[in-house]
């Protein structure tokens, strides 16, 4: 059954019940419990099409959003993160519970799945062939990554690259955070995309978050290979332009960008050599989206 | 639990246990064991992710604490200060088959106690940092428990702490320090020395029944049993070289609760003819008994239960009360309950 066919209330019921609700998100299993009021139409409305599994069952992370004293859950509601019992960040309004569970969700990931090196990057892929753009400040990547799903790409995610260690990626699509004036961009882009409650006055501003496409959560358990690593860079002033980088530039940069580099060790300068081996490697600037997107479609034909 | 059982899980019951042993940072342990005893093959793929990505932060770990020991090694390159390595740093030392699962989280290391205050100051000169504590918590370590606060180096995460001694000053039992660099034993390609095996045990035995509040750290009696197994097996003549060696350091008591609960929660292979001359009296094991098992091991986070907090509770009173006398104890244990949060001391 997928979250979207459960009608909304059931959704909370199942929330607040003893074994709460477990999401098949990707490789991962989470078992989410909350009695926050505002988290069930948040999930209905940003991951209607992940399946929901029965209880019980092997779960990868225990996610309770809890209210952090009894009385928070009247005077200026609160909520927090815990993951198996450990309550992991400053408290939240309670409003914000959506972004919480993303956050908190993120940094679980983050820190525990080392079967994998986690590259900070979008990964998406058309044609059976993925293009790994590595996040960096002010690199515009969500916002092009969100154009790309919506113009026929597949997203295996935004915000982690799993690498395997055959060098395969596997796919985490989850739904996009989009901040301030990307917002309106990608709502004026397309007709298609689903963008859940606007969350303003958070650390980065007014947040947003875009749903995964049907085709990107379809094949979630199909991992990809990568041809290309991408570094983009928005300027609104500048030329659109790909610019071949040395290997050795490369390696260092995505080195640098894994969540979990150190922790992998020698084993985790093998995947990111393997990487560089096998995929092209650009710096990538542009002002337009109109621009960069048939140039990425070139890649790929 | 048996560990043959463990192809027989359902998925429930394997996510109740991996709750568990990731609370008690045990599940690469869990994984080792399970390894080792050539069960790992049959489980589901799901489980053996697990433990393969709690393998390999704990290996990681093991890194940094390595490194470490590294970088000591090349702080002390001029000087001919003794020291010692203790637990964690001293089993990777020896590369016991155990020590890459056990999550190490600091290096311990033992000097002599007039080595102490120039040992800070060089540690001080080659960028170790005292950890920022109150004012409270200098005091403690410095004036009550005759220790220095734990340091850190300015460019790394790992944690050293300096002993001169096994146990606080301020204990009721001592051990003699003198008598640990005598019999202690020299580590090819190493400058760090480690405690013989009668002492190494021994330290496993006070840390965990003397020096702790025995909260959820049934990974502490985990790795007695190991050393235990490693060193001593079914030879007869190495029980009693241990027991002989508890004598010496007046440390029956504690030995005899860790190799009563070794062979309780761990079914510890322990030769039936050991028995201790000095043991305690029937009514404090039958509270130990009934104390020691609720806190030692982990609750999963929805089934808090009162009775293993009382335990937890009591047991922490005991620790502070083994270590600190009466008039000191009081105003710490006050201090500490406004403080709140968990107490690390």
Request: aromatic share 10%.
């Amino acid at each position: 059954m997928k979250i979207g066919e459960i009608p909304q209330n059931e959704i909370g019921i199942m929330l607040k019940s003893p074994r709460g609700l477990t999401l098949e998100v990707g490789p991962f299993k989470v078992r989410v419990k909350t009695r926050n009021n505002y988290f069930p139409p948040f999930l209905q409305k940003l991951y209607p099409q992940f399946p929901v599994l029965e209880c019980p069952s092997l779960s990868d992370f225990h996610v309770f959003l809890d209210t952090p004293v009894a009385w928070r859950r009247f005077i200026r509601p609160q909520v927090i993160f815990r993951e198996n019992g450990d309550k992991l960040f400053e408290p939240f309004p309670a409003n914000m519970c959506g972004p919480l569970f993303e956050w908190g969700w993120n940094w679980c990931i983050g820190t525990r799945a080392h079967q994998y090196l986690i590259l900070h990057s979008a990964v998406i892929e058309k044609n059976g062939i993925a293009v790994i753009m590595p996040a960096y400040p002010g690199s515009g990547k969500s916002t092009l990554c969100a154009a790309l799903m919506l113009s026929g790409w597949r997203l295996l995610s935004d915000e982690f690259g799993l690498i395997r260690c055959d060098g395969g990626i596997d796919p985490i699509p989850r739904p996009i955070p989009l901040k301030n004036q990307s917002i309106s961009v990608i709502r004026d882009f397309s007709t298609d995309a689903v963008i859940g409650p606007l969350f303003p006055k958070t650390r980065k501003g007014t947040v947003a978050h875009l749903a995964p496409t049907e085709r990107s959560v379809k094949q979630m358990k199909k991992p990809a290979t990568a041809a290309y690593i991408i570094f983009p860079k928005f300027h609104p002033k500048t030329v659109t332009a790909l610019k071949p980088v040395k290997s050795s530039y490369a390696l260092m940069k995505l080195a640098t960008n894994a969540f979990n580099y150190e922790v992998l060790g020698a084993e985790g300068f093998k995947r990111v050599a393997r990487l560089i081996r096998q995929c092209e490697c650009y710096n990538f600037s542009y002002s337009k989206l109109e621009e960069a997107l048939p140039l990425f479609d070139s890649l790929v034909s | 639990m048996n560990p043959d059982r463990s192809a027989d899980l359902s998925a429930e019951e394997w996510d109740r246990l991996l709750c568990l042993t990731d609370k008690s940072r045990l599940t690469a342990c869990l994984g080792y064991r399970l390894e080792k005893r050539g069960l790992m093959e049959g489980l589901p793929e799901a489980v053996k992710t697990r433990f393969q990505s709690a393998q390999i932060y704990s290996h990681y770990r093991s890194r940094l604490i390595r490194w470490e020991m590294n970088r000591l090694q090349r702080a002390l390159r001029e000087t001919d200060y003794q020291v010692i390595a203790l637990k964690g740093g001293a089993y990777l030392l020896l590369n016991l088959p155990f020590a890459e699962s056990r999550l190490a989280a600091d290096l311990d290391v033992l000097v002599p106690a007039s080595d102490l205050s120039m040992f800070e100051t060089l540690l001080r000169e080659k960028g170790w940092e005292p950890e920022k504590l109150s004012e409270y918590d200098q005091r403690y370590y410095r004036e009550w428990m005759h220790e220095i606060p734990p340091m850190r180096h300015r460019e790394r995460k790992i944690e050293l702490d300096v002993h001169h001694a096994l146990l606080p000053l301020t204990a009721k039992l001592r051990v003699n320090s003198d008598l640990l660099f005598e019999s202690a034993i020299p580590v090819e390609g190493s400058r760090f020395k480690v405690l013989c095996p009668e002492d190494m045990i021994l330290h496993a035995v006070i840390h965990l029944f003397y020096d702790s509040d025995l909260d959820t750290r049934i990974r502490d009696v985990l790795d007695l049993d190991e050393l235990l197994r490693i060193f001593y097996g079914t030879d007869q003549d190495s029980w009693v070289r241990l027991l002989e060696r508890t004598k010496q350091h007046g440390l029956e008591r504690p030995l005899f609760y860790a190799l009563r609960y070794c062979r309780q929660l761990l079914d510890t292979q322990i030769p039936e003819e050991i028995q201790l001359d000095k043991r305690p009296g029937g009514f404090t094991t039958f509270l130990m008994d009934s104390l020691v098992p609720k806190s030692i091991l982990p609750d999963l986070p929805e089934e808090k239960n009162r009775f293993n907090r009382l335990a937890r509770w009591l047991l922490y009173v005991r620790s502070h009360y083994l270590r600190m006398p009466l008039k000191l104890l009081i105003p710490h244990l006050i201090y500490k309950s406004f403080r709140g949060g968990n107490p690390s001391h």
